[in-house]
């Protein structure tokens, strides 16, 4: 089972940044077109963060929670998905998971539906 490895997590103040990596395996790739980012708070529910199409057409889309502060991106050499997160907020809190599927339903509407690989995830902690 294809897993994949993010990184970046830590603990900072509101208003710091963090950027978050999510890789495939040495040698994978992101087995489909769409990685997402969701995040899951301690006794929450999962929530879909931002997502970005790397087949090349690059279209994006991020949650109205983190719209003009979290920027995602894909360094097609590195094959390497980035989520760079800018004036974090205590509710940002919580573990980061990325994941991959054909289409960015599933992260759109928070189920997760169609994301066929994940990974572990990272913990992000904001607090003063």
């Known amino acids: 089972q294809v897993q994949f490895l993010e990184s970046g997590g830590g603990s900072v103040q509101p208003g710091g940044s963090l950027t978050l990596s999510c890789a495939p395996p040495s040698g994978d790739t992101f087995r489909r077109r769409c990685v997402g980012w969701f995040r899951q708070a301690p006794g929450k529910q999962r929530d879909g963060v931002a997502a970005?199409?790397?087949?090349?057409?690059?279209?994006?889309y991020y949650d109205h929670s983190v719209q003009g502060r979290f920027t995602i991106s894909h360094d097609k050499v590195k094959n390497i998905v980035y989520l760079e997160m800018n004036n974090l907020k205590v509710e940002d809190t919580g573990t980061y998971y990325c994941?991959?599927?054909?289409?960015?339903?599933?992260?759109?509407?928070?189920?997760?539906?169609?994301?066929?690989?994940w990974g572990k995830g990272t913990l992000v902690n904001i607090s003063s």
């Open positions: 994941a991959a599927g054909h289409q960015a339903l599933g992260v759109i509407d928070d189920s997760g539906w169609g994301m066929e690989y």
């Open positions: 970005i199409y790397v087949d090349g057409g690059g279209s994006t």
